[in-house]
């Protein structure tokens, strides 16, 4: 998928919605983001996520929606919905199907990594996340400039 489609610019910062049910990753994942000349706006899980996306179920209310994102980076094990479940639901939407989704888990279970790439996954990476990680992920999102 080519940065053009996603709607970003040369000089524009890309939008990355980085959702985890830990503070303390959130902070991580957020700080490795910002290094990295992204825009980052966070959600606490996945119903937050959908939320901020438009997607909730009988969401009426868009105005705290964000737009232009350009990657979402979900943990995979979150109470109430997995991250797993987070990226059915975006891939299942008409809306933002095309948006990159990249798992993250503490958990090296390689059928939970094949599951989730399977069903649309651009990466599966394993905590903690590094600066070489987001750099890379960082490129992806660049790449078609």
């Known amino acids: 998928m080519s940065a053009v489609t996603m709607g970003l610019n040369s000089d ?19 700080r490795l983001l910002t290094n990295s000349s992204c825009k980052v706006t966070t959600a606490e899980n996945a119903h937050g996520a959908l939320e901020l996306l438009g997607l909730a ?3 009426q209310n868009f105005s705290n929606t964000v737009s232009d994102v350009n990657m979402i ?42 599951k989730c790439l399977e069903e649309g996954a651009e990466e599966f990476l394993l905590k903690p996340l590094q600066q070489s990680d987001v750099k890379r992920l960082r490129c992806n999102l660049t790449k078609d400039e």
């Not at 524009?12 to 957020?30: F, G, N, Q, T, Y």
């Not at 989704?101 to 094949?114: D, F, H, K, P, Y």
């Open 57 to 59: 179920d009988g969401q």
């Open 12 to 30: 524009a910062k890309p939008h990355v919605l980085a959702v985890d049910d830990s503070v303390l990753d959130r902070k991580i994942i957020e």
């Open 73 to 114: 980076i979900t943990d995979y094990c979150m109470p109430g919905m997995t991250g797993y479940e987070l990226l059915k639901k975006i891939k299942e939407s008409p809306t933002a199907k095309e948006i990159p989704v990249v798992v993250v888990s503490s958990e090296n279970i390689q059928t939970r990594i094949e």
